[in-house]
């Protein structure tokens, strides 16, 4: 047999195992129903992905014709099956005759060689279809604001992102606008996520939570929010500075990711200053959680904005400024002032540090060095978290959240001056 055989065996194969996943979700969602009631089964189904399949060969092979005839054929002989079946007047959904449509299409797609592309787009249908229930719950519990938040984001990240122009702009090259929204999508994407996740695991789960949340967004307003309730709370001492010690260790964690995404060139030399500190972070966290009293039962405020939109613009103007100064002290003393000019910006923001850091060009750096200022951004940025605990909840109150960061912190800058010393 020629190999050009053995792939149509193989398409057609995938086409009708395509057809056989989403019947299996079909006859399951309709198991109640009598044998013979059902306009489209597990076998229908799969038989729908083997017609897909043959139609696809055969246009391939024998022209339009036939397969126009047998497609056409197929989808009217659906449609007034499924039009049938909606006797009762509640019985409105064409859920069913629309999967069977696409079971169809995933056959065609699987013998006209995206037999890969036929099969994941059929388990993602599966998926959709199987989360019916928790969909259709997570509906219920959407309100208007929310929907809102959400086709704002698709917009922000969808709309305008995509067709931002790649290229660069504004004095010294220093701007590219598709870089730079990325800015605003991360910012906002960040605020939605918190919000999303408050509405759907609730205020109650407790200030770990509200931590963890939190620190993926702001770690340094997160501090100084719990920072605030060690001064007010008589109770839960050990919870608040834990839930400090563990939005710090995100903010490492996030560290990383925005380094391996945005300045992937620095990951390495940044992974091997900040890990320590980060593992220090989380041991710390751990150990704090074994005072087990309870914090006060008011909550921190959910946010009323679910889409951040004016701090994301902040930002946005925040990084372009520093994206100038970057390259302004590249272009004027070289890298390495440019890698001092980052290390002073994450007093500010580490985010911004990051993103700085990855509009200079990785000819014009040591790697090294480029950790180094990463490592130095961190370091200066926990330094203020320091000092948001000593002003919001005092030496007393906030001793425990002092020693958490302060392990941290000297991890931190151990590591840096070996790093730098050696």
């Known amino acids: 047999m020629s190999a050009g055989g053995d792939l149509a065996y193989r398409d057609l194969a995938v086409a009708l195992a395509a057809g056989l996943l989403v019947g299996i979700e079909r006859g399951w969602r309709q198991r109640e129903v009598t044998t013979g009631g059902r306009v489209g089964g597990v076998r229908t189904f799969a038989l729908l992905g083997g017609l897909g399949g043959m139609i696809g060969l055969l246009a391939q092979n024998y022209g339009i014709v036939m397969p126009a005839i047998l497609l056409g054929g197929a989808t009217i002989t659906l449609a007034f099956g499924y039009a049938k079946s909606m006797s009762a007047p509640e019985d409105v959904s064409i859920t069913s005759l629309v999967a069977a449509l696409l079971t169809l299409s995933f056959g065609m797609l699987a013998t006209s060689g995206h037999p890969a592309l036929a099969m994941a787009a059929a388990a993602v249908v599966t998926m959709i279809l199987a989360l019916r229930s928790a969909l259709h719950g997570l509906i219920q519990k959407l309100g208007e604001a929310d929907v809102i938040a959400l086709a704002r984001f698709a917009i922000i990240a969808g709309a305008i992102w995509p067709f931002l122009p790649d290229t660069r702009y504004g004095p010294f ?245 070996v790093a730098l010393f050696r």
């Open 173 to 417: 090259d220093a701007w590219n606008p598709r870089q730079l929204w990325l800015v605003v999508v991360f910012v906002t994407g960040l605020s939605f996520a918190g919000y999303a996740s408050s509405r759907i695991f609730g205020a109650a789960k407790g200030i770990l939570a509200t931590a963890a949340i939190g620190g993926a967004y702001s770690s340094t307003a997160v501090t100084a929010l719990l920072s605030h309730r060690l001064r007010t709370d008589e109770a839960g001492h050990g919870t608040l500075s834990a839930g400090i010690a563990l939005a710090t260790s995100i903010m490492f964690v996030r560290v990383l990711l925005l380094t391996a995404i945005i300045a992937g060139f620095a990951f390495w030399p940044v992974l091997r200053l900040v890990g320590p500190a980060m593992l220090v972070g989380v041991t710390v966290a751990l150990l704090m959680l074994r005072d087990r009293t309870p914090a006060a039962t008011a909550e921190p405020t959910r946010p009323g904005n679910p889409i951040a939109i004016l701090p994301a613009l902040g930002f946005l103007g925040l990084v372009a400024i520093m994206a100038v100064a970057a390259r302004w002290a590249e272009m004027s003393f070289g890298g390495g002032g440019a890698l001092a000019l980052i290390t002073a910006v994450g007093v500010f923001d580490v985010d911004a540090a990051i993103i700085t850091l990855g509009g200079i060009s990785a000819v014009n750096i040591d790697l090294d060095l480029a950790g180094l200022s990463l490592g130095g951004a961190v370091l200066a940025n926990m330094l203020v978290k320091i000092g948001v605990v000593i002003i919001y909840a005092g030496f007393k109150r906030g001793r425990n959240a002092i020693m958490a960061l302060s392990a941290g912190a000297a991890t931190l800058a151990g590591v840096c001056a």
